[in-house]
C-alpha cells in the first residue's frame, strides 16, 4: 500500500529557511515574533497536531467507492474522471514548492521602511499554518474521492487503495500556491506602492495558483471545484494576513456584557 508522503521535514525545512533569516532587515506591518510567538506557535501546534492526527489515523477500505457514478457529479465536475496525468502531477508540485519559496523575493524590502524582513516571513508563515489546517480539515470532513477513483484501469487501481484517495476537497495544492503568491504580492505592494513592478507581482500572483489548479485537474487529482475552492481560500488568507496585521487592523476589546471584535480594512 503506497504510504502517504510525510509533511514533517519540509515544515522543518521550511520554518527553519524563515528563521535562519529573521534577523534581516525590510513600520507597515505591527508584527513581532517576540511579542507574537504564542500566537505563531499555537497556529503551529494545531497544524503539526491535525497532520498528525491524520498520519496515525487507521488506513481506510474503500469497498464502498468501487462502484462510483460520474453521473452523481455536478456538470462542471464530471470532465475531471476522464484524467490522469503523472507528469501534470509532478508539474502542479514544482509549483506548489517554488510558491512556498517565493517569499525569498522580500529581500527585495531589504533596508526599506522599518520592517524586519524575518517578521513578515515569519507572519506569512503563521498564516500559512493555519490555511494548511483549514484545508486538512475540509478533507478530512469532506472525505471526497478523487477523480481518479472513478476510473478502473489497472494503472489506477493500484493508486486506490490509500487514505488520500478521499481528500479531493479542496485541492491544497492550489490554496497554498494562492496563499504564497497573493501574499507576496500584497506585501511587496505594501510596502514599495510606487514600485513599477505591481502589475508584475499581481499577474504572477493570479496566474500561477491558476495554472497549478489546471495541473492538479490534467493529473486527475481534483475537480474543478476543487481547484475554485482552494484558490479563493489561499488567495483570501492571503490577503487578509497582511491587512489584519497592518497597524493591528483587528482590535478586541472588553465591553460590558462581552467583547467587540473591530477588524479596519484600509
Request: hydrophobic share 40%; net charge positive.
Amino acid at each position: 500500500m503506497k504510504k502517504v508522503k510525510s509533511p514533517y521535514l519540509f515544515t522543518l525545512l521550511l520554518i527553519s529557511f524563515f528563521v535562519i533569516i529573521s534577523n534581516c532587515s525590510a513600520q507597515t506591518y505591527d508584527f513581532e515574533f517576540k511579542k507574537d510567538k504564542i500566537e505563531f506557535f499555537t497556529s503551529f501546534g494545531l497544524n503539526v497536531g491535525l497532520h498528525i492526527y491524520d498520519r496515525l489515523r487507521p488506513e481506510e477500505y474503500f469497498d464502498d467507492y468501487w462502484e462510483l457514478d460520474k453521473s452523481a457529479l455536478w456538470s462542471i465536475d464530471r470532465s475531471a474522471v476522464n484524467h490522469y496525468s503523472m507528469k501534470a502531477d509532478q508539474w502542479s508540485d514544482v509549483l506548489l514548492y517554488t510558491s512556498i519559496l517565493s517569499p525569498a523575493s522580500l529581500y527585495l524590502l531589504k533596508n526599506k521602511n522599518g520592517n524586519k524582513v524575518g517578521n513578515i516571513l515569519l507572519m506569512g508563515i503563521q498564516g500559512y499554518f493555519i490555511q494548511d489546517a483549514m484545508n486538512l480539515s475540509f478533507k478530512l470532513m469532506a472525505e471526497r474521492p478523487r477523480p481518479y477513483m472513478y476510473n478502473f484501469s489497472e494503472e489506477i487501481l493500484k493508486h486506490r487503495l490509500n487514505k488520500n484517495d478521499t481528500k479531493s476537497f479542496y485541492s491544497g495544492h492550489t490554496s497554498t500556491t494562492a496563499y504564497f503568491s497573493f501574499f507576496c504580492a500584497k506585501v511587496l505592494s505594501d510596502i514599495n506602492p510606487e514600485s513599477k513592478l505591481i502589475p508584475v507581482y499581481w499577474t504572477l500572483a493570479s496566474s500561477i495558483p491558476a495554472l497549478t489548479g489546471y495541473l492538479r485537474y490534467k493529473a486527475g487529482k481534483h475537480f474543478p471545484t476543487d481547484v475554485i475552492m482552494g484558490y479563493v481560500v489561499g488567495a483570501s488568507y492571503g490577503l487578509l494576513i497582511p491587512v489584519l496585521y497592518k497597524a493591528r487592523n483587528i482590535n478586541l476589546d472588553a465591553m460590558p456584557g462581552g467583547v467587540r471584535l473591530t477588524v479596519k480594512f484600509d
